[in-house]
């Protein structure tokens, strides 16, 4: 447990100290995929969603959940966020829904939980829009497509499968 971040020299969770660091500018973008059964994928199609547009309350939802990522995640630090967009977008092709949550911030930690969050919280919302109509909706695929700033520098999903 010595090398473990989280955690005290005595085994205890511990908020990692990031008092000394200096700020930089942070970027992250995660997405998340709900695949459609063939009713909801129709009344999306026709507006037919009874509570009204579950893709705007989706987006609602998913910058409300990036911001309360620190209730939500142990240790998780609290930092203030420059933006957080959110967008869901009908994929035809595939009978789903995709959502992106991007997050910004210039701070001493990062915003990839932020971002996650944001895209995990917007797909549940939207899962509650339309479970009326039927509850097999799949939410499945969440991760981080890329970040920036911080010691790390930038990564990108596609760069780990040597794709960019």
Not at 84 to 89: A, I, L, R, S, Y
Not at 102 to 123: K, P, R, Y
Request: with cysteine.
């Amino acid at each position: 447990m010595a090398d473990w971040s989280h955690f005290d020299a005595s085994g205890r969770p511990a908020m990692v100290d990031v008092g000394q660091k200096a700020p930089t500018q942070r970027r992250a973008v995660a997405e998340v995929w709900i695949d459609l059964p063939d009713a909801i994928y129709r009344a999306l199609g026709e507006g037919g969603i009874a509570k009204g547009d579950p893709g705007a309350v989706a987006e609602i939802a998913g910058i409300m959940g990036a911001k309360r990522t620190p209730d939500l995640i142990p240790l998780c630090h609290n930092i203030r966020l420059d933006s957080v967009g959110v967008k869901c977008e009908l994929d035809c092709g595939r009978k789903a829904v995709r959502i992106e949550c991007a997050a910004a911030a210039m701070d001493v930690t990062g915003v990839e939980m932020e971002a996650l969050t944001g895209a995990a919280v917007a797909a549940l919302a939207f899962y509650d829009m339309c479970k009326a109509l039927d509850k097999g909706m799949i939410i499945s695929g969440l991760r981080l497509l890329e970040k920036s700033g911080g010691k790390s520098g930038t990564w990108r999903a596609d760069a780990e499968k040597g794709e960019i």
